[in-house]
């Protein structure tokens, strides 16, 4: 007889009370219930339940082991789901959540191979800098830019969100061209917010580090402002490369400080263990794993 199968039929007489129920439940005989509690029995050596004509209760050993067959019973189940998953093309909506400036500059982009690839899947995007709840807010997952609290979500490594120091031509021909980075404390500089300004560092190729103390009269809230700016000789900026890069190869930005290496924010994409079933969860997982890094 299969193990498995006789496993349920113990499970179900304990849980039922009787293996005349069981075998109501199992859809069998009650004589060939029977037979398979006398299997497992004979298999393990030991008697699993005492049984008189009015009443079944488990030996010490029957407690021990019905236990352990839940638990491979329920294991049994979650891995036969999970094939069925795998198998299963991937479908539906898919909530996720990005930072403004990764989702315009990165995400949208890779998104029309995503959505090309797997044509039954649609995708709704919320841009936002903030850290949202995954849970609450109904997102099967977030892409987070920098250190990650300690929580019950599962992180995959993304590719590191890398730094650039520009300004456009017309700004350095103006007020000229730091050649160090010390010179950055003379210029215009272009940030989110005064604390965002206090300090730029860069490290020479050498391993030096420079921590440059700088200002500047015009901080705003949002990088693809900042940017503007930028083109329009307001000042230096230092933004993620994916918002300046474009302009740098177009000649409308020039990099400043190519040979120093400037800080780098780890980049993640997060979401909740018993979601990632999904197989539309799991294709774009995988499909950012795949494209960013």
């Given at each position: ?7 349920k ?8 009370g009787?293996?005349?129920a069981a ?9 060939m ?6 299997t ?7 008697q ?25 019973l329920?294991l ?7 094939a ?42 919320a ?33 590191p969100y ?9 700004y ?8 160090t980075?010390?010179?950055?404390s ?23 580090c420079?921590?440059?103390p ?38 409308r930005?020039?990099?400043l ?11 993640s ?22 494209r960013?890094?």
């Open positions: 007889m299969d193990l498995l199968d006789s496993m039929v113990f499970v179900l007489a304990v849980e039922k009787s293996l005349s075998a109501t439940a199992c859809d069998i005989s009650a004589t219930a029977g037979n398979h509690l006398r497992l029995e004979k298999r393990l050596g030991m699993l339940l005492h049984r008189t004509t009015r009443r079944q209760h488990l030996t010490a050993f029957g407690e021990d082991y019905y236990a352990r067959c839940k638990e491979i329920r049994v189940t979650e891995t036969d789901v999970q069925q998953n795998l198998q299963l093309a991937p479908a539906g909506k898919l909530r996720v959540s990005a930072p403004v400036t990764f989702g315009t500059e990165a995400l949208m982009p890779a998104l029309s191979v995503y959505l090309d690839r797997y044509p039954e899947v649609s995708v709704e995007v841009l936002c800098d903030r850290v949202v709840d995954l849970v609450e807010e109904g997102f099967e997952a977030a892409i987070r830019i920098g250190q990650l609290p300690d929580s019950s979500l599962i992180a995959k490594p993304l590719a890398l730094l650039m120091i520009c300004a456009s031509p017309e350095l021909a103006r007020r000229g061209i730091p050649r980075p010390e010179e950055l003379q210029h215009e500089c272009l940030s989110f917010s005064p604390a965002a300004l206090a300090h730029w560092r860069l490290t020479e190729q050498g391993g030096a420079s921590s440059i700088v200002s500047g009269r015009l901080q705003v809230n949002h990088g693809q402002a900042l940017r503007v700016a930028a083109l329009h000789g307001l000042g230096i900026v230092l933004q993620p490369a994916i918002l300046l890069e474009a302009d740098v190869q177009a000649g930005l020039v990099q400080f190519p040979m120093h290496t400037l800080p780098s924010h780890r980049m994409v997060v979401y909740l263990p018993d979601r990632y079933r999904s197989p539309k969860l799991r294709s774009f997982v995988d499909f950012l794993v795949e960013f890094c």
